[in-house]
């Protein structure tokens, strides 16, 4: 019984999923990661809609994922940014336990906040605006060297690490929310609100942006570049192994049937 001749055509089909996300792995990244940092922001957004539903379900899904403590975070539509400890407990609970200061969502009056945090914000949205920022000099960027990334990453770990063992004490009355040993440091050069609390401005502010963003650099230049050499790599033995395949399709027909 003869054998059908193959042809090209039956060896290169549509490419699977995975075959396609490799081949734009940016892309979907952009989109996918996208999606997972700015969804946050749409909490806001849709308690002021009124669409209630929708914006404590962001709220619920992004609480396994940050802190969401209302006096480190943002808020929208209304008097304030943000708001100190005391503004929030006075229009909440007088607490300082952090499971139940979480769990204030906002008011009409103060807004509604976002469901990130403050530092969340910082370091989320820095990986994916530096990502996009990298992209176009892909082939130029080296990847970063460990030492360079675990200095970048120091900060973060410094000054997120110093924040959880400040709260052992309580929220509000830790070393980090009066900061008295950076007022002696820079001996009082700066006005009270710079040192203590989490207000937008304020040092603990200051260090969670900065902090953030410096370790979004280092995951991106670190990470990215060996991402996009590896999946060239895969691209071009792809194409390798299709040629190969090609060439022995080829061979075997130029042999006669039954030869």
Same mark, same amino acid.
């Given at each position: 019984?003869?054998?059908?001749?193959?042809?090209?055509?039956?060896?290169?089909s549509?490419?699977?999923i995975?075959?396609?996300?490799?081949?734009?792995?940016?892309?979907?990244?952009?989109?996918?990661?996208? %999606?997972?940092?700015?969804?946050?922001? %749409?909490?806001?957004?849709?308690?002021?809609?009124?669409?209630?539903?929708? !914006?404590k379900a962001?709220?619920?899904?992004y609480?396994?994922?940050?802190? #969401?403590?209302p006096?480190?975070?943002?808020?929208?539509?209304?008097?304030?940014?943000?708001?100190?400890?005391?503004? =929030?407990?006075?229009?909440? #609970?007088?607490t &300082?336990?952090?499971m139940?200061?979480?769990?204030?969502?906002?008011?009409?009056?103060?807004?509604? +906040?976002? &469901?990130?945090s403050?530092r969340? =914000?910082?370091?989320?949205?820095?990986?994916?605006l530096? &990502?996009?920022?990298?992209?176009?000099?892909?082939?130029?960027? +080296?990847?970063?060297?460990?030492?360079?990334? *675990?200095?970048?990453?120091?900060?973060?770990?410094?000054?997120g690490?110093?924040? &959880?063992?400040?709260?052992?004490?309580?929220? !509000?009355?830790?070393?980090?929310?009066?900061?008295?040993?950076?007022?002696?440091?820079?001996?009082? *050069?700066?006005? *009270?609100?710079?040192?203590a609390?989490?207000?937008?401005?304020?040092?603990?502010?200051?260090?969670?942006?900065?902090?953030?963003?410096?370790?979004?650099?280092?995951i991106?230049?670190?990470?990215?570049?060996?991402?996009h050499?590896?999946? *060239?790599y895969?691209? #071009? %033995?792809?194409? %390798?192994?299709?040629?190969?395949?090609?060439?022995?399709? +080829?061979? #075997?027909?130029?042999?006669?049937?039954? !030869?």
């Open positions: 019984m003869e054998k059908m001749p193959t042809t090209t055509a039956s060896i290169r549509g490419p699977s995975f075959q396609w996300i490799s081949t734009h792995w940016f892309e979907t990244f952009l989109v996918v990661y996208g %999606l997972w940092v700015f969804v946050p922001f %749409l909490a806001p957004v849709f308690m002021q809609l009124g669409w209630t539903g929708a !914006g962001v709220y619920f899904i609480s396994f994922f940050c802190h #969401q403590l006096e480190r975070s943002f808020f929208w539509f209304g008097e304030k940014t943000m708001y100190s400890l005391g503004e =929030i407990q006075a229009v909440w #609970q007088n &300082a336990n952090p139940i200061l979480r769990q204030f969502i906002g008011n009409e009056t103060l807004g509604w +906040k976002v &469901a990130w403050d969340m =914000i910082s370091f989320y949205t820095s990986v994916w530096f &990502a996009a920022i990298w992209y176009p000099f892909r082939r130029r960027i +080296k990847p970063l060297s460990w030492w360079g990334f *675990a200095l970048l990453l120091l900060p973060l770990v410094l000054d690490g110093t924040h &959880a063992i400040s709260d052992f004490a309580g929220i !509000g009355l830790g070393f980090r929310d009066t900061n008295t040993w950076l007022t002696l440091l820079t001996n009082h *050069a700066f006005p *009270a609100t710079f040192y609390g989490d207000a937008l401005g304020s040092f603990n502010s200051i260090m969670r942006f900065i902090t953030g963003i410096l370790a979004g650099v280092g991106v230049w670190l990470a990215f570049p060996y991402i050499q590896t999946q *060239a895969n691209q #071009q %033995l792809d194409e %390798l192994n299709y040629v190969k395949v090609i060439e022995q399709i +080829k061979a #075997q027909n130029t042999h006669p049937p039954g !030869g």
